[in-house]
């Protein structure tokens, strides 16, 4: 039973250019979560998605980040225009329901370097 | 969200048992404690998580105060393996937020 994948692994790009990300969850989970891990510092949550809706998006920057969890295919994190400071790891998570008492599996994350 | 305290770093030695402790004071009725893990370079995993009683996994045990103000992670033998920055989270039963709020954890150091 894969765990969640996320690739690119690893990922460069010059300011200015467009970053996409992806995460395919766990078999049979329908909640996605992103988190963002900026150099030596903790996780912050950005989005969190449920098949084709955003159901949270309070840590999600106001501009030039998007994310979408379409019906059919991976969950996409975009990243317009990307600047230095968006140089960081990201993760996503997957879990089979919503709540306190569900586990959250994350993936072994995408680190972003932007030039 | 209720916050959590724990200390910036801990060591031990392998094979001895570790006590990673955190402070939760203003914890809700329908909060459940849950701890993650963050090995190197990798995403968190999950560990354990409890509501008032103890709880025991094959990763670790979980002891929670009788006022649930405090709880903690304990692991019975610690390996090399378990060098991890462990966060410990509050998470409400009853809200709709599903997110984690991570803090800044407890980093344990584990020697020969």
């Known amino acids: 039973n894969a765990g969640v994948m996320q690739n690119p692994r690893h990922l460069v790009r010059r300011r200015g250019q467009e970053a996409r990300l992806r995460c395919s969850p766990m078999k049979g989970h329908s909640h996605v979560y992103w988190y963002r891990q900026l150099p030596e510092e903790g996780l912050k949550f950005m989005v969190y998605?449920?098949?084709?809706?955003?159901?949270?998006e309070s840590g999600m920057p106001k501009e030039r980040f998007s994310a979408e969890f379409p019906k059919e295919g991976p969950s996409i994190l975009r990243i317009q225009q990307v600047v230095r400071g968006d140089s960081a790891a990201y993760f996503c998570a997957s879990s089979l329901a919503q709540g306190a008492t569900n586990e959250q599996f994350f993936g072994p994350g995408t680190r972003l370097t932007v030039l | 969200d209720a916050k959590t305290t724990q200390p910036n770093s801990m060591e031990s030695n392998e094979e001895e048992p570790v006590h990673l402790p955190c402070n939760h004071s203003?914890?809700?009725?329908?909060?459940?404690i849950h701890w993650y893990r963050q090995l190197p370079s990798q995403g968190p995993e999950y560990v354990i998580h409890g509501l008032t009683s103890n709880v025991n996994n094959r990763m670790a045990s979980l002891a929670i105060a009788e006022d649930r103000k405090s709880s903690t992670l304990i692991l019975h033998r610690a390996t090399l393996r378990d060098a991890a920055v462990y966060y410990c989270i509050l998470r409400d039963l009853t809200g709709t937020a599903s997110k984690l709020t991570f803090g800044t954890g407890t980093r344990l150091q584990v020697t020969l």
């Open positions: 203003t914890i809700s009725g329908t909060d459940y």
């Open positions: 998605l449920q098949k084709e809706n955003i159901i949270d």
